[in-house]
C-alpha cells in the first residue's frame, strides 16, 4: 500500500531543538511511523513530555538536554544515537533563529552568530552523522529553513542570510553526498509555535499575518511534521537537494516590523 512508503519502521532518528514547536512535532510523528528517537534540546522538563509521547507511540526514545550553540555538543548526538539504539538513519537539523533587527543596527557578530545558529550547528551534527548514516542503509537529512530565505523582509538581514545559506547548503550537502544520503530542506512559513506566541495574543497581528497569507491561517507544527516524514521516509526516496516550501502560499513577508526608511544624518549648524 502507498502508505507503507510513509514508514520508518525500525528507523533511528535524532531531531534537535525538540522541546516544543515543529521539533517537538516532528519527534512524535516520526514515532508514530515506527523511529526510535534521541531528542535534543535546552529545557529537559519539556524533551521529558516529548519523550513520554514518543513512547506512548510504542517507541524508544533518548533525551539529551544540551546547548547545541556548543558544536561540539551538537555533534556528540550522532554518536549517543548510534550508541543507545544501534544505527542512525535520519536526521532533523530543527535549531535556528535570529531576533529582527534594523539594518544599522545589525553588527557583523549578529550575522555570525546568526549563521552560527542556524547553519554551523546543523553542518556539525550532519557531519558527524554522515559515517552512521552511510553504515546503516543509507539515509536522510532534513533542515528547517525559512521562507524568510526566500523572500525579503525589511529587519530580516541577518535571520534571511542564514536560512537562505542553509536552503543553499541543503543544495550543497546533497551533492556531496549523494547517492546514499539524501539531504532536503523545508522553507517554514509562519507556524503556531513560542516564536509567535505575541502574534498568537493579538488579535490584531493574527489577522495581519492571516491576511497575508493565501491559505488565510496560519501553519500548525503538524503540518510541517508530516513533511518532514514525507521527506526522511521511503516515499521522498527519489527526493534530494530540494527545499519544499510549506509557507501557506506566501510571497512576501506577512508582518511589517514598521522599520522606518533611513534618512540622512541632519546637517549640523555652520558656527
Known amino acids: 500500500m502507498i502508505l507503507d512508503r510513509f514508514r520508518v519502521e525500525g528507523k533511528v532518528a535524532v531531531v534537535t531543538g525538540a522541546g516544543r514547536g515543529i521539533g517537538a512535532a516532528t519527534a512524535v510523528a516520526l514515532a508514530q511511523a515506527g523511529a526510535d528517537v534521541l531528542v535534543s534540546a535546552r529545557t529537559e522538563d519539556q524533551l521529558r513530555k516529548v519523550a513520554a509521547e514518543i513512547e506512548a507511540a510504542g517507541r524508544r526514545a533518548v533525551v539529551v538536554p544540551a546547548d547545541l550553540s556548543d558544536l561540539s555538543a551538537a555533534a556528540a548526538l550522532a554518536d549517543r544515537a548510534a550508541a543507545e539504539f544501534g544505527r542512525l538513519d535520519i536526521v532533523v537539523n530543527n535549531v535556528g533563529g535570529a531576533l529582527p533587527r534594523a539594518f544599522l543596527d545589525t553588527g557583523y557578530d549578529h550575522l555570525e552568530n ?81 516564536a509567535l506566541d505575541i502574534v498568537m495574543t493579538s488579535d490584531e497581528l493574527r489577522s495581519q499575518m492571516e491576511g497575508n497569507t493565501p491559505l488565510g491561517r496560519i501553519g500548525d507544527p503538524e503540518e510541517i511534521a508530516a513533511s518532514v516524514l514525507y521527506l526522511a521516509s521511503p516515499a521522498g526516496a527519489y527526493v534530494t537537494g530540494k527545499v519544499l516550501e510549506v509557507d501557506g502560499g506566501i510571497d512576501r513577508p506577512q508582518l511589517d516590523l514598521g522599520l522606518p526608511d533611513l534618512r540622512p544624518p541632519a546637517p549640523q549648524e555652520s558656527r
Open 114 to 194: 546568526a549563521f552560527q545558529f542556524n547553519v554551523g550547528i546543523a553542518h556539525a551534527l550532519t557531519r558527524a552523522a554522515v559515517p552512521h548514516l552511510l553504515a546503516a542503509d543509507g539515509g536522510a537529512v532534513v533542515n528547517i529553513s525559512s521562507v524568510m530565505g526566500r523572500v525579503a523582509g525589511r529587519g530580516f538581514l541577518a535571520y534571511g542570510t542564514a536560512k537562505a545559506a542553509l536552503a543553499h547548503y541543503t543544495r550543497v550537502a546533497a551533492l556531496d553526498l549523494a547517492p546514499r544520503v539524501r539531504v532536503n530542506a523545508i522553507a517554514v512559513g509562519s507556524v503556531a509555535t513560542s
